[in-house]
C-alpha cells in the first residue's frame, strides 16, 4: 500500500544576508535604485504580489538577478519574473503560513517605504538581515 506523499517542508521564515559586513545596506539601496529609476505599479494577486517594472533596457536581467539573490537569502519567497516589450513582472508569492504571509506583506510595502521629509525610500531600523529569522523590510514600530 502506497502512502500519500506528504507536501515538502516550507523553508524558514527568515533572512539570511550575513555574509559580509553592509550586505544588508547595499539591498535596500538596490532596491531603493530600481524601484525610483523603474517601478510602474505594484498590485495584490490571487496568489501574493506583483510589482511592474517598465522594460527598459537591462531592468529584465536586473530584476531576474535580485530574485535570483533574493531567493537564495529568503527561501521561502516564490518568484516568478516574466516580460514582454513593454515590463517586466516580478510575482512573488509565499507558503500558507502567517509568518511568511506577515513578510510578503512587508515585501509589498517595501516601495512605498519613505524616510521622514524625504522622498526616498527608507531603509529600515529593525534591520533583519543582520539577525536571521527576520525580514529586512521589517520596520521598527
Known amino acids: ?32 535604485r530600481l524601484f525610483a529609476q523603474h517601478l510602474a505599479g505594484r498590485s495584490r494577486t490571487a496568489a501574493g504580489i506583483r510589482f511592474r517594472f517598465r522594460a527598459d533596457p537591462g531592468v529584465e536581467d536586473w530584476v531576474r538577478d535580485l530574485a535570483r539573490r533574493e531567493k537564495a537569502c529568503c527561501a521561502f519567497f516564490d518568484f516568478t519574473v516574466t516580460a514582454d516589450a513593454r515590463e517586466v513582472r516580478w510575482d512573488a508569492s509565499v507558503a500558507d503560513d502567517e509568518a511568511a504571509r506577515q513578510a510578503l506583506a512587508g515585501f509589498y510595502q517595501l516601495p512605498g517605504a519613505r524616510a521622514p521629509g524625504t522622498h526616498r525610500p527608507r531603509v529600515p531600523e529593525a534591520v533583519a538581515c543582520i539577525h536571521p529569522g527576520m525580514m529586512p523590510w521589517e520596520f521598527r514600530a
Open 1 to 32: 500500500m502506497d502512502l500519500p506523499e506528504s507536501p515538502p517542508p516550507v523553508p524558514p521564515v527568515g533572512c539570511d544576508l550575513t555574509g559580509a559586513p553592509g550586505a544588508f545596506a547595499e539591498r535596500m539601496a538596490e532596491y531603493r
